[in-house]
Nanobody
């Protein structure tokens, strides 16, 4: 079955870290662009971090210096290392694997930052 699955979300306090993963099955992520998105309650889904097929990286201003997108071809996975988390980072985090006209979305993983 061709799919991507996110995991690794959770409940943390402000200033702590999480590292959600995006793992693919049924196909190789190598050569795919991976985009992490997030969606907070009542808000539209928005992109957070991108790693291109050539591993070029881009980040939203709100997460620059705190989030790092990491590709691991050996594990067929892409991670989002999130440090110094803030309450405004609370959202469901989704990954999208895309290449040419093909895209796969995962089901999302909840990240909650609260004291």
């Amino acid at each position: 079955q061709v799919q991507v699955v996110e995991s690794g979300g959770g409940l943390v306090q402000p200033g702590e870290s999480l590292r959600p993963s995006c793992e693919a099955s049924g196909f190789s992520l190598n050569g795919y662009g991976i985009i992490w998105h997030r969606q907070a309650p009542g808000m539209p889904r928005d992109w957070v971090a991108i790693i291109g097929g050539t591993n070029l990286k881009k980040y939203q201003e709100s997460v620059k210096g705190r989030f790092t997108i990491i590709r691991d071809n050996a594990k067929n996975a892409v991670y989002l290392q999130m440090n110094n988390l803030k309450p405004e980072d609370t959202a469901v985090y989704y990954c999208k694997a895309t290449r040419l006209s093909t895209s796969y979305w995962g089901q999302g993983t909840q990240v909650t930052v609260s004291s």
